[in-house]
């Protein structure tokens, strides 16, 4: 047990199209950082016993979105560091429509426009009503273009590597059915694609690791939507919402082959059947998306930690790794 795990830790926990996301209100490590991006590295270093303690079984699962808020500025409502069962995430789409809901519940915010300071940049939540939210989101491009990948057992993939918050290998030429009863089918062909993605020398700007894998095809109802997507997240679970970077990072490729007009609407499917509505403007030739959702409470929870407890920080937590300071 790390000396710094409180006995307490208060959140609330809501969905986005079938996602979750739970929030910290209270309990989290004092951190020295000054913003969000600081604050990933300060967690990574001395208190990744938390992020596992909140999202690990027992007490979360591989498919939870963790965020933890920071303090609010005099430009931004609050700041954020969202995380899942892998580690840290830039940003997160659907996780920032859960934070904007949970936020106006607990009187934090009212509707309106409000700043958010993320770890890949400051976005802007446009909150609606007390469940639709739109984000802003940053800047989003498309870095490389019909990228033949070898894939073991599978073949020779293609697909384009592109920034929405997260990187992305977005795969057309996939002939996978994008239908919930093939999630386990879906999960190891993505699984297989990163793998051979990870063995490559492929990776994003500032050599960044490529950690989602987004398969699209044809929506279920092409009166509602334009498109479905299947997105493998870092842990290995797969989203249950249409993915708020993903989608970014989709429609940085469309744009790019003239396939969406700048503020053309573009309504993505996931794999649950549920959907965003986004847009997005240009600027010095990158994509600003915009994606909006809706956003539902699902608890209030106090988690508890005993000192007794030998999964403390989570059923994944290797002896001697607390490090704390």
Not at 143 to 154: E, S, W
Not at 185 to 191: C, E, K, N, P, V
Request: hydrophobic residues 40%; proline residues 5%.
């Amino acid at each position: 047990m790390s000396s710094a795990m409180p006995g307490e830790i208060q959140v609330i926990d809501s969905h986005t199209g079938g996602e979750p996301t739970r929030v910290v209100l209270s309990g989290g490590p004092q951190l020295r950082a000054r913003t969000a991006a600081d604050a990933v590295l300060e967690l990574q270093r001395h208190h990744d016993y938390f992020r596992r303690a909140v999202i690990d079984e027992p007490r979360g699962s591989d498919v939870m979105i963790g965020a933890l808020l920071l303090p609010a500025s005099t430009q931004t409502v609050a700041g954020v560091v969202f995380f899942n069962n892998a580690g840290y995430l830039g940003m997160c789409g659907h996780g920032a429509i859960g934070v904007a809901v949970t936020l106006l519940h607990e009187g934090l915010v009212s509707p309106g426009r409000h700043q958010l300071e993320t770890p890949a940049g400051t976005v802007q939540l446009t909150i609606h009503n007390e469940h639709e939210v739109s984000v802003d989101n940053v800047a989003s491009y498309r870095y490389m273009q019909d990228i033949a990948l070898p894939v073991p057992d599978i073949g020779v993939v293609h697909g384009d590597i592109a920034y929405g918050g997260n990187w992305f290998f977005l795969v057309n030429d996939h002939s996978q059915t994008i239908d919930l009863n093939n999630v386990a089918t879906l999960s190891r062909y993505a699984a297989r694609v990163r793998a051979a993605l990870d063995a490559s020398e492929l990776r994003g700007a500032d050599d960044a690791v490529i950690d989602h894998i987004e398969l699209c095809g044809p929506p279920s109802d092409q009166r509602k939507a334009d498109s479905r997507n299947f997105v493998l997240c870092p842990g290995n679970a797969y989203d249950r919402s249409p993915c708020g970077t993903g989608t970014s990072a989709k429609l940085a490729c469309l744009i790019a082959d003239n396939k969406l007009p700048e503020d053309g609407v573009w309504r993505q499917e996931s794999i649950t059947g549920s959907i965003f509505i986004a847009t997005a403007r240009l600027h010095d030739g990158l994509v600003y998306p915009s994606i909006r959702g809706s956003a539902y409470l699902t608890a209030r929870s106090t988690l508890l930690f005993d000192s007794a407890d030998p999964f403390i920080s989570g059923m994944h937590a290797q002896p001697g790794n607390d490090d704390a300071s």
